[in-house]
Each structure stands twice: as structure tokens, then as C-alpha cells.
């Protein structure tokens, strides 16, 4: 079993609708990454998330550190945000990322 | 990212000879890593480096090396090309605390 798990692997949406991209883990961290990849781009780091919440513009993206689960979430989406978004984690006592397979976005005008 | 560069963007190479990978970083930052991203299997770590010097593998370093001579320099190698590392290439700075940037991969192509 992967240690990073993302919920959907594709997910299609109609502009404007709100999205939900899902990352379960199975160690522990010490930070989670939302990572995201535009198509034949390079990747972007969106947010670092020890605990909480964060926001940035339309983004938000949450961690439950009990239940080692991470939601972003995309509101009024918009066909710009297609893309691939990753999950990944760092892992307690070690700086390597370990990723998640990728939740592949297509929002629809 | 204007902080790490890679080279070259794309490269087309023949089975059998030896291809290097520059990753170049401005930040300073001790940790840089090699990744290798596939269809199916996501971002998959090569090898990385927590110094000048200081290198160990990840878990896909067969038929891979590295070398840091510089704090800013990170180079891939690929002793002899095979189609199996057609792939695209990133490499990455950054550390658990601070956060990690990327750059722009490399897509290299083996014919």
C-alpha cells in the first residue's frame, strides 16, 4: 500500500463548481505539501501544511493531523486550474518527499 | 523558478551512450534531489544530496549517479541510456522546514 493516497485519481468539473482533491497518509510527518503541475509544466508548490488550515486566493487546503488527512479545495474553479495536483509528505526525521499518485483536474467553460 | 535551472529542457540520446543532467540552484539551499515522473507512478525519488559531496540513492537509482562538487550544482548521470529512462527529470531544492522548489524537468527521450 502506497503511504500517500489521493482521492480521485480524475476529476472533471463544470467552471465555478467547488472541488475537493483528497490525500490520506499512513506515517508520520512532519509538514504536508500540496504540489501543483500544469500540463507539460513544471511543478509549484501551493501550500506547506503542518496543522490547520491555509488559504491562498481561491485555494484552501486543511489537515487533520489525527486522522492523517489533507483536503484541498478549489473554489469558484475556473478552466485555468487544470491541472495535475500532488500531494506529498515529508516524512518525521527525513527530508525526502514522499509523493502521492496525483489527482488529474479538468475544469470544463 | 528563478532560484533552480535545469538543463538541458530536452534531449533526444541513443540507446548505450551516456547522458548528464544539470540542475543548477541560486538559493544556497543544502538539500537538492533528482526525481523521475512517470505515467502510473507519479514522482519517484533518483538520488539526493544533503551536501557538497553528500550524496545517497533513492528508491529508483539503478542504472544512475550523481555528483555535487559545488553547493549550487547537482549533476545527473545516466551511464549508459536505456529506453527504460525515457522520462521526464526534476530536480528539487528545498527541506521539510522550509519548503521545496523545482524546476522546469527535463524531458529525455531514448531511442
Known amino acids: 500500500k502506497n503511504e500517500v493516497e489521493q482521492s480521485p485519481q480524475n476529476l472533471t468539473a463544470q467552471e465555478g463548481e467547488f472541488i475537493t482533491i483528497n490525500c490520506s497518509y499512513s506515517v508520520g510527518i512532519s509538514a504536508l505539501h500540496w504540489l501543483q503541475q500544469h500540463p507539460g509544466g513544471g511543478i509549484v508548490s501551493l501550500f506547506m501544511l503542518s496543522s490547520g488550515k491555509k488559504k491562498h486566493g481561491r485555494l484552501i487546503a486543511t489537515i487533520n493531523i489525527q486522522e492523517k488527512h489533507s483536503s484541498l479545495h478549489i473554489t469558484a474553479s475556473h478552466p485555468r486550474d487544470s491541472a495535475v495536483y500532488i500531494c506529498?509528505?515529508?516524512?518525521?526525521?527525513?527530508?525526502?518527499?514522499?509523493f502521492g499518485k496525483g489527482t488529474k483536474l479538468t475544469v470544463n467553460p | 523558478d528563478a532560484g533552480i535551472t535545469q538543463s538541458p529542457r530536452h534531449k533526444v540520446t541513443e540507446t548505450g551512450t551516456p547522458v548528464t543532467l544539470r540542475c543548477h540552484q541560486t538559493?544556497?539551499?543544502?538539500?537538492m534531489y533528482w526525481y523521475r515522473q512517470d505515467p502510473g507512478h507519479g514522482l519517484r525519488l533518483i538520488h539526493y544530496?544533503?551536501?557538497?559531496?553528500?550524496?545517497d540513492k533513492g528508491e529508483v537509482s539503478d542504472g544512475y549517479s550523481v555528483s555535487r562538487s559545488k553547493t549550487e550544482d547537482f549533476l545527473l548521470t545516466l551511464e549508459s541510456a536505456t529506453s527504460s529512462q525515457t522520462s521526464v527529470y526534476f530536480c528539487?531544492?528545498?527541506?521539510?522546514?522550509?519548503?521545496?522548489?523545482f524546476g522546469s524537468g527535463t524531458r529525455l527521450t531514448v531511442v
Open positions: 544530496s544533503y551536501g557538497v559531496k553528500d550524496t
Open positions: 506529498a509528505v515529508s516524512k518525521g526525521g527525513s527530508e525526502k518527499l514522499v
Open positions: 538559493e544556497n539551499h543544502r538539500y
Open positions: 528539487a531544492i528545498g527541506s521539510g522546514l522550509y519548503g521545496y522548489t
